[in-house]
């Protein structure tokens, strides 16, 4: 049996190769943005078709998995956080009538981790009740990029919804935190900061997600409002100040830091991650074809996925709901309802 899929908001294919990868079949794909889009043409021979409101479902071929990591900055923390109210936010309801029309047997999506927090839990509450409305059993869970073998803390809230059953979880597979300093280059044009240029943290602390924050850029940055002690701590849009040893994990790659300034501390040295790194530690394989400029490229790894997190999702999705074992069951199940209804029926006639 070969399952189908669909990559929608397909960016540059991270949910493509992962779930081919799974031994899926990708049928048809969307993506709004031409860079992205050329992008993905040039590593797997297909033109996304553009604006999803535009797509008639009915002439989309049939499949059997909706892949989609629905726009994230409506409900990030690095953006207004303005969810539905953003006209990207409402590109959800364009997934549900998708679902509505082609009743695919499985849905998975994939969004920030903040999607749980936004508007008090309002937000992912009305998601998951428009997907149980269309009758589909539905699951979630946050899951991080470096539980599946990439050196990168990049927590995503994933949900499965199926026709089937719930989605366990607890059933994929994670593998031991690899560190940041087996996936580096031996041999590149590194940009190193000069030693003027940064002060390092005497005794540096291992994170409980695998980050080392070992110092920062000597850099003036906004202190109005900041608690002492802690302006080099401050939030998302700070980050190109942090240095991260590369001893331990790096910290999510944003989209909107378009210069690459992801500066980390090897061998007692501090450069930048080079954008080959950035696409490594994302899961992606070495020959694929980076096409864009490289503010495009930085900006397209920052909005992926991370491929072998979504390759052990498609695993999984196979083993629970397309497998001939798991076919067999639910056909037996079939048969042992018709039995009964029929045996119902019986006795009810006779007593007639």
């Known amino acids: 049996m070969t399952v189908k899929f669909i990559d929608l908001f397909a960016g540059i294919g991270g949910f493509r190769l992962g779930l081919e990868q799974s031994g899926f079949k990708c049928v048809f794909s969307s993506e709004i943005d031409k860079a992205c889009k050329d992008t993905y043409f040039a590593n797997y021979g297909e033109m ?76 992912l509450k009305v998601i998951l009740e428009n997907l149980r409305q269309l009758n589909y059993e539905v699951n979630w869970k946050i899951l991080n990029a470096s539980d599946f073998g990439v050196p990168q803390n990049r927590e995503r809230i994933i949900i499965v ?81 942090r240095i991260y040893s590369a001893e331990g994990v790096h910290p999510t790659l944003p989209s909107q830091e378009t210069s690459g300034r992801f500066f980390i501390l090897v061998d007692g040295k501090v450069r930048k991650l080079t954008i080959n790194e950035c696409y490594r530690i994302t899961g992606f394989p070495e020959d694929f074809n980076k096409i864009s400029s490289l503010g495009e490229l930085y900006k397209q790894i920052g909005n992926s996925v991370c491929v072998p997190m979504v390759a052990e999702l498609g695993k999984e999705i196979k083993n629970q709901f397309f497998s001939s074992n798991r076919n067999a069951v639910v056909r037996e199940m079939q048969i042992r309802e018709e039995k009964r209804e029929n045996d119902t029926y019986g006795s009810i006639t006779v007593n007639l």
């Open 161 to 241: 919804a199926s026709k089937d059953k719930k989605f366990e979880f607890d059933k994929i597979k994670t593998v031991k935190r690899p560190v940041l300093k087996d996936f580096l280059d031996t041999e590149a044009d590194f940009e190193f900061l000069d030693d003027t240029e940064y002060s390092l943290l005497v005794n540096p602390t291992v994170q409980k997600s695998g980050l080392i924050f070992a110092g920062y850029r000597n850099k003036a940055i906004r202190k109005a409002g900041v608690r002492p002690n802690t302006e080099h701590l401050s939030r998302v849009h700070k980050q190109p100040n």
């Open 48 to 123: 996304p078709k553009g604006d999803i409101g535009e797509i008639n479902p009915k002439e989309i071929e049939n499949f059997d998995i909706l892949s989609a990591g629905f726009p994230c900055q409506p409900f990030s923390i690095s953006g207004k956080q303005l969810g539905f109210e953003d006209t990207r936010g409402t590109l959800f309801f364009d997934i549900l009538r998708i679902i509505k029309i082609k009743q695919p047997k499985v849905v998975l999506l994939e969004n920030v981790k903040h999607l749980v927090h936004h508007d008090k839990g309002n937000t």
